[in-house]
Nanobody, 127 residues
């Protein structure tokens, strides 16, 4: 059973940066497709970025493309979301999620495809 733990959220000013971490224990995170999602108050889940297993492709949502980067550190068994040039509209609870996908398939930004979810970490962008 994959158990995910997010960390790294907090309060940051517009234009600032944060790095979120998604860690797992007892399993090799590189075997899983991992995605980052966010949910702002009163809004649906939004797919932010995803990474295919074993160094496959990654994908970023249109609203964060060029500002956010998903990447893996296999030695740390962690997937990171580097967030730069943050805007107030990035304020949300951020979740990492995972699923076991077909190795050669691209990752997807559809929440219902993910079977395992972390508890979330709050990101607030405000001056």
């Amino acid at each position: 059973q994959l158990q995910l733990v997010e960390s790294g959220g907090g309060l940051v000013q517009p234009g600032g940066s944060l790095r979120l971490s998604c860690a797992a224990s007892g399993v090799t995170l590189n075997d899983y497709f991992i995605g980052w999602f966010r949910q702002a108050p009163g809004k649906a889940y939004e797919g932010v970025a995803c990474s295919s297993s074993h160094g496959g492709m990654s994908k970023h949502g249109d609203s964060v493309s060029g500002r956010f980067t998903i990447y893996r550190d296999n030695a740390e068994n962690t997937v990171y979301l580097q967030m730069d040039s943050l805007k107030s509209e990035d304020t949300a609870i951020y979740y990492c999620a995972g699923y076991l996908g077909v190795l050669t398939w691209p990752c997807v930004l559809r929440a219902h495809d993910y079977d395992y979810w972390g508890q979330g970490t709050q990101v607030t962008v405000s001056s």
